[in-house]
């Protein structure tokens, strides 16, 4: 159990050192649809462990939906990669919808897509080193006012600060879409309100193959 105390502090850390790359840092060249999936990839790698962190298809999508500008001659320049490195970052907690919204009211902001980025970047690294650093001090106080030793004990206070984490980004989720579903409604045309159940029989179909799974497994005696 002690590894499992190890691995996440050493994440921790690499979190805590993490920023994400200044505009000037990014690729001034244009890339191709599989360099930029590298690229970002790369850029990434350290935050999204372990992860498939955008794909071809995510790209096209967005493209689609008008989220980011077309490629000029199947190439991406440094705002696509911009746009597609804070996209990559927010897809897990934000609807394609909401993500629309929010580059839309850039207009209202600049033009520059530069001043655009750097937005971002600045609220990402504070927003990342402030719940790291809370995170590290749950973890600390943990480690120092252990009073069981056993292996189960300690996952049990672990899965309490990931529970806590959990209940904190839910929170946070709840608030945020409130306020993006009154702007949206502002913004958006009404068709992108209409209820899409292609949509949700893929959630439920999902949500069906993970509860299969997980219905394989074996009770272990001690629970």
Do not use: C, W
Not at 33 to 49: A, D, F, H, N, T
């Amino acid at each position: 159990m002690e590894d499992n105390f190890t691995n996440l502090k050493e994440y921790i850390k690499v979190l805590e050192e993490y920023k994400l790359p200044d505009y000037r840092e990014l690729s001034s060249i244009p890339l191709y649809m599989e360099q930029v999936i590298s690229y970002i990839q790369g850029v990434l790698s350290p935050v999204e462990k372990d992860k498939t962190i955008i794909t071809p298809f995510m790209v096209n999508n967005y493209v689609k939906a008008k989220i980011v500008k077309a490629p000029e001659n199947k190439k991406y320049d440094k705002d696509h990669i911009g746009y597609l490195i804070a996209i990559s970052l927010l897809k897990q907690t934000v609807s394609m919808r909401d993500l629309a919204t929010l580059i839309e009211m850039d207009k209202f902001l600049t033009n520059d897509k530069q001043k655009l980025y750097t937005l971002f970047k600045e609220m990402h690294d504070e927003v990342l080193k402030n719940q790291t650093h809370r995170t590290k001090l749950r973890i600390d106080a943990l480690e120092k006012n252990k009073k069981r030793k056993d292996k189960n004990s300690e996952n049990l206070d672990l899965s309490y600060i990931a529970l806590r984490l959990y209940i904190e980004s839910e929170t946070s989720k709840l608030i945020a879409d409130s306020i993006m579903n009154k702007i949206s409604r502002d913004v958006l045309p009404a068709e992108a309100y209409e209820t899409d159940k292609k949509v949700n029989k893929f959630e439920n179909k999902k949500e069906y193959k993970e509860a299969k799974k997980l219905s394989q497994r074996k009770y272990k005696e001690e629970l």
